[in-house]
């Protein structure tokens, strides 16, 4: 997986999981999501020393999603190409910015 640090544009959908993402100036469908989890920052870097549940911890969340650009190939005629990949999406609950982190393709 190749590894970025990129901001992105996202929109959700009704389950509140990223519905389509903005790219490097292309829109990326997505498909499915494949796996979703949460990191937290270093305990040890959180303020004063000690850890509260008050005390604030870097947090992001990430999915990793199946996506694509393109038509469907239900409605793609045989000139026509999709493109896809599953990326690595990354929203920082500290600074509420999304990021593409990874992208296998």
């Known amino acids: 997986m190749r590894q970025y640090d990129d901001p992105v544009e996202v929109r959700r959908g009704e389950a ?6 903005l790219w490097r100036g292309r829109l990326w469908k ?10 937290t920052g270093p305990w040890w870097q959180a303020g004063g020393g000690s ?6 911890v870097a947090e992001r969340e990430l999915w ?7 038509t469907p190939a ?3 005629s045989d000139d026509e190409q999709e493109t896809y990949g599953v990326f690595d ?7 509420g910015r999304w990021q593409l982190v990874g992208c296998l393709d």
């Open 89 to 95: 999406l990354s929203f920082d609950w500290t600074d």
């Open 64 to 70: 990793r999603v199946e996506a694509g650009r393109g």
């Open 16 to 21: 509140e999981d990223p519905d389509q993402f």
């Open 51 to 56: 850890v509260r549940a008050s005390d604030p």
């Open 74 to 76: 239900l409605r793609r």
């Open 30 to 39: 997505v498909r499915g999501v494949v796996a979703h989890w949460v990191e």
